[in-house]
């Protein structure tokens, strides 16, 4: 399994757009990039799969390079009830575990 | 009701107690999974199964065991409960014949072990 790589904390104010990125250097050629919202006492909830290039929902969009090394995961206009724990996973559909790294804390300031 | 139902929601037990959590989904996946999660932590897989007949250990399954007994039902023992296995325990869905593998999780267990 791809090992994934996030910042642990981030700071935002209501209305910014965020912009949280995701290292995956060894992610295999048949592995999607899938991201989960935890708020606290909460399990975590699907946000947004990705292969390549730009997948856009209603709550956010997944920008992938090229090379796939990476992705970012934008939330336009945050609010306050953003603020939570952003995990990146990596992994096949045919053996996807969902193995949850340490995640991104995301907190929105008024 | 929920798609993913854990039970109990909080359970207290004693230190050496065997305690079982069950957990049901109606969603008609194949695979569950089940996590658990430290204060301030990740979320880490003890064990998961792709179906019915197959069960494989996680990154942390030592103290526990687990048993499918329908597609619909996973349950997780802790057989001789220990305080630091005082967590918050999840179980979590997904469908194999789907190209998107998202994961839908239950409500939690909190599991304190005195």
């Known amino acids: 399994l791809a090992k994934t790589t996030q910042p642990i904390s981030m700071d935002s104010y209501e209305g910014q757009e965020v912009n949280i990125t995701c290292s995956h250097n060894?992610?295999?050629?048949?592995?999607?990039i899938t991201w989960y919202q935890q708020f606290p006492s909460q399990g975590p909830r699907f946000i947004i799969q990705?292969?390549?290039t730009k997948v856009t929902n209603e709550v956010a969009s997944l920008f992938i390079p090229a090379d796939r090394k990476s992705s970012t995961l934008s939330l336009p206009r945050v609010s306050l009830s953003d603020t939570a724990v952003y995990y990146c996973?990596?992994?096949?559909?045919?053996?996807?575990?969902?193995?949850f790294g340490t995640g991104t804390r995301l907190k929105v300031l008024a | 009701d929920a798609d993913v139902t854990q039970t109990p929601r909080n359970r207290i037990t004693k230190t050496g107690k065997r305690i079982m959590l069950e957990c049901s989904q109606t969603k008609g996946h194949d695979r569950m999974y089940w996590y658990r999660q430290d204060p301030g932590l990740g979320l880490r897989l003890i064990y998961y199964?792709?179906?019915?007949?197959?069960?494989n250990k996680g990154e942390i399954s030592d103290g526990y065991s687990v048993s499918r007994q329908a597609q619909a039902k996973f349950s997780l023992s802790l057989e001789s409960a220990i305080p630091n296995q005082t967590a918050l325990y999840f179980c979590a869905t997904s469908d194999s014949t789907e190209k998107n593998t998202e994961a839908f999780f239950g409500q939690g267990t909190r599991l304190t072990v005195v």
């Open positions: 199964s792709f179906d019915v007949k197959d069960i």
């Open positions: 060894n992610i295999a050629t048949n592995d999607y």
């Open positions: 990705g292969y390549k």
């Open positions: 996973l990596v992994g096949a559909v045919r053996t996807y575990k969902y193995i």
